[in-house]
């Protein structure tokens, strides 16, 4: 394929670690160099799906733990198809939170493990790169109080660094930390570098799949 395919880059991290605003940075940079790129997230919450996950999130209505975890999964395999069709017309896609974020925060409830957690995600496009926003709770306090969402409590925040943290042990999957305690353009400029690096290596390679 002429110039290749474009690179999956995933962002995860703590909350308020400025996933969304390094995401629409990178964009905008990458475009601005001239390569092609778009922006993805997930939760996707203008779906049915998406918006069955919103209105979870806001409190507005129960599921079961399961249940959720299933709509969060589906809510990726619906964007499956599109995702890799822009993938291979070279376009670079840069991801606001993925299965990263599914498996960490269902499994830092009680009576769920990390395996039945990855399951539902596996076979997804698999990330070139996945950026780890590193930031303390104390930090992560000081751009602002927790909302209303659920999650957004510091006890299950911890659980979920720790899902986080097997997650990253593991070397098939190309993790790199970053330390979003630095300031919004610091933090850019390194992410702008360690992306538009993955995007010249992987151009050539095949897309692999999560978790296979
Ligand atoms: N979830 C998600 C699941 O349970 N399962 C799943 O499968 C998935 C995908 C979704 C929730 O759903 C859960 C996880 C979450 O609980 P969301 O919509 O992604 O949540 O979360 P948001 O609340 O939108 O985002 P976060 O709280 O995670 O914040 P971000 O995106 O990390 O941070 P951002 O960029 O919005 O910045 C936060 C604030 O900090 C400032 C920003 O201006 C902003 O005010 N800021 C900085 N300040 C100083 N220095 C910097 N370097 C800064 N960067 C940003
Ligand atoms: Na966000």
């Known amino acids: 394929m002429a110039g290749g395919r474009g690179a999956l880059i995933v962002l995860e991290g703590m909350d308020r670690a400025g996933k969304s605003t390094q995401?629409?940075?990178?964009?905008?940079?990458?475009?601005?160099?001239?390569?092609?790129?778009?922006l993805l997230r997930f939760p996707e919450r203008t779906t049915e799906i998406g918006q069955l996950i919103s209105a979870y999130l806001?409190?507005?209505?129960?599921?079961?733990?399961?249940?959720?975890?299933?709509?969060?999964s589906a809510n990726r395999w619906e964007h499956v198809t599109l995702m890799k069709e822009k993938l291979h017309q070279g376009i670079t896609l840069v991801v606001d939170r993925y299965a990263f974020s599914g498996v960490a925060f269902?499994?830092?409830?009680?009576?769920?493990?990390?395996?039945?957690?990855?399951?539902?995600?596996?076979?997804?496009?698999?990330?070139?790169?996945?950026?780890?926003?590193?930031?303390s709770p104390e930090e992560a306090a000081a751009r602002g109080n927790f909302g209303g969402e659920r999650?957004?409590?510091?006890?299950?925040?911890?659980k979920v660094l720790q899902s986080f943290r097997h997650l990253m042990k593991e070397k098939t999957l190309n993790w790199k930390?970053?330390?979003?305690?630095?300031?919004?353009?610091?933090?850019?400029?390194?992410?702008?570098?360690?992306?538009?690096?993955?995007?010249?290596?992987?151009?050539d390679e095949p897309l692999g799949e999560l978790w296979k």
């Open 23 to 38: 995401c629409r940075r990178l964009v905008q940079a990458l475009q601005a160099a001239g390569h092609r790129a778009d």
């Open 58 to 72: 806001a409190r507005e209505r129960e599921l079961e733990d399961h249940a959720v975890h299933l709509l969060f």
């Open 106 to 135: 269902t499994s830092a409830k009680e009576n769920f493990c990390l395996e039945w957690c990855k399951q539902t995600d596996a076979g997804l496009p698999k990330p070139d790169l996945i950026l780890f926003l590193q930031l």
């Open 151 to 158: 999650y957004e409590n510091g006890a299950f925040q911890e």
């Open 177 to 203: 930390t970053m330390d979003a305690s630095k300031s919004i353009e610091d933090l850019h400029r390194e992410i702008k570098t360690v992306a538009e690096k993955t995007m010249q290596e992987v151009k």
